[in-house]
Antibody
Framework: EVQLLESGGGLVQPGGSLRLSCAASGFTFSRYEMNWVRQAPGKGLEWVSYISASGTSKTYADSVKGRLTISRDNAKNSLYLQMNSLRAEDTAVYYC???????????????????WGQGTLVTVSS | DIEMTQSPSSLSASVGDRVTISCQASQDISNYLNWYQQKPGKAPKLLIYDASSLETGVPLRFIGRGSGTDFTLTINSLQPEDIATYYCQQFDNLPFTFGPGTKVDIK
């Protein structure tokens, strides 16, 4: 069974830093692309960042570019999100999501969020 | 960025009713459209991928249709366990973007 377990959330002051982790199990982590998606309290879903299976390709939403950094350690079956220069608008539940990575024709196509963790809450407030 | 819109923003229907949610993309996204269900306090769950393909384990009453810019999610015979917010999401272009959601509850 695919399991994704986020951790590392908490209360942080504006301008502060936090590192989120996502522990994966039940599948061969090194073969899958991964994403972070967030949801502000009472709001909709916002894609934050993507990382390829090898970790060599990364993309970010404009709203977090330069402040949040995605990474992974395939030996530890773990995904990370380093969050710096945090702002109040970064307050959200952060989900890690496993990406199928291929379309129905078998062509590379990231963006299918097939499995999600339970989320970890980040609150940015003084 | 591709903007996704959904209508209605919320709806109330009776058990057994057919419910349809619409999703529109601001530009042609082919069939690169997914639907997610999010129950209160839970993580989203993938229901439909590639606009019309049912994810494994999802009940057959969920039907996705459309291509290009206009898409629909239909729930045939609404059940109490379908109470949730439903989101569409495009993955034709980065950044991946979601619709604002449609909240479904029971009348």
């Amino acid at each position: 069974e695919v399991q994704l377990l986020e951790s590392g959330g908490g209360l942080v002051q504006p301008g502060g830093s936090l590192r989120l982790s996502c522990a994966a199990s039940g599948f061969t982590f090194s073969r899958y692309e991964m994403n972070w998606v967030r949801q502000a309290p009472g709001k909709g879903l916002e894609w934050v960042s993507y990382i390829s299976a090898s970790g060599t390709s990364k993309t970010y939403a404009d709203s977090v570019k330069g402040r949040l950094t995605i990474s992974r350690d395939n030996a530890k079956n773990s995904l990370y999100l380093q969050m710096n220069s945090l702002r109040a608008e970064d307050t959200a539940v952060y989900y890690c999501a496993r990406d199928i990575g291929y379309d129905s024709r078998g062509l590379p196509k990231p963006g299918y969020f097939q499995n999600w963790g339970q989320g970890t809450l980040v609150t940015v407030s003084s | 960025d591709i903007e996704m819109t959904q209508s209605p923003s919320s709806l109330s229907a009776s058990v057994g009713d057919r419910v349809t949610i619409s999703c529109q993309a601001s530009q042609d996204i082919s069939n690169y459209l997914n639907w997610y269900q999010q129950k209160p306090g839970k993580a989203p769950k993938l229901l439909i991928y590639d606009a019309s393909s049912l994810e494994t384990g999802v009940p057959l009453r969920f039907i996705g249709r459309g291509s290009g810019t206009d898409f629909t999610l239909t729930i045939n015979s609404l059940q109490p366990e379908d109470i949730a917010t439903y989101y569409c999401q495009q993955f034709d272009n980065l950044p991946f973007t979601f619709g604002p959601g449609t909240k479904v509850d029971i009348k």
